[in-house]
């Protein structure tokens, strides 16, 4: 099966990564999370306010380049979403090399991106992704169309990452900084969908609040 989606140019872009994805998780199982992820997206978002304030000043004070990073990612099934982020990296970035994958040390990012990457500071405007529905709390990270069509012919199962909502933070997440290797992140995401279950989501949760407090995020 081929997904027809609509990418950021505007235009029908038809991707062959779908073929093998697999059955998503019953929508009757995702009631609960989507109520969690309402009421504490909520929550956390306001709560967040403040410190994207904060660091939207150091970001002007430090670069030329604009607060806001947004992309377009794979969503559920394949929906393509658009991701706000605080601005981490370069803005010319990816001007020479096009997408590739992050590792650690990342000559791109800045010096107030690599803090707000350690911390996942850089990630609080997704709260907004999440209330609206286009992310969760907990779920793979979502990935980029050019990225994921590369990887799914590597490696079959990688789509099936795709058969839920994806996530602000996640089992991979927990598990491997920026650099986990597409692989081992495609076969700890779909062990979180295996084994979905709400007591998961939280203890995932409960891991990523220790990540942040401590600072063993990625460098």
Request: hydrophobic share 35%; proline share 6%; with cysteine.
């Amino acid at each position: 099966m081929e997904a027809s989606v609509t990418n950021n140019t505007g235009k029908e872009a038809d991707y062959d990564f779908m073929g093998n994805i697999g059955e998503p998780i019953p929508k009757s199982n995702l009631v609960g999370k989507r109520i969690c992820d309402i009421l504490f997206g909520t929550l956390f978002g306001i709560i967040s306010l403040p410190v994207i304030l904060i660091f939207a000043i150091l970001i002007k004070l430090t670069s030329k380049d604009p607060i806001f990073f947004k992309q377009e990612r794979v969503g559920y099934m394949g929906k393509p979403i658009i991701i706000t982020k605080l601005h981490s990296m370069k803005n010319d970035a990816e001007k020479k090399t096009g997408a590739v994958w992050a590792k650690k040390n990342d000559p791109r990012v800045t010096k107030v991106g690599k803090f707000m990457r350690k911390t996942r500071v850089d990630e609080l405007p997704q709260f907004w992704s999440i209330i609206k529905g286009d992310m969760s709390l907990v779920g793979p990270r979502p990935e980029r169309f050019s990225l994921t069509e590369r990887f799914s012919k590597q490696w079959p199962n990688f789509p099936k990452r795709l058969r839920t909502i994806p996530g602000l933070t996640g089992y991979a997440q927990i598990h491997g900084g920026y650099d986990l290797k597409p692989n081992e992140k495609c076969k700890l995401d779909n062990y979180y969908i295996k084994h979905y279950s709400l007591k998961f989501d939280f203890k995932i949760a409960f891991e990523t609040f220790k990540i942040i407090i401590t600072g063993s995020g990625a460098r």
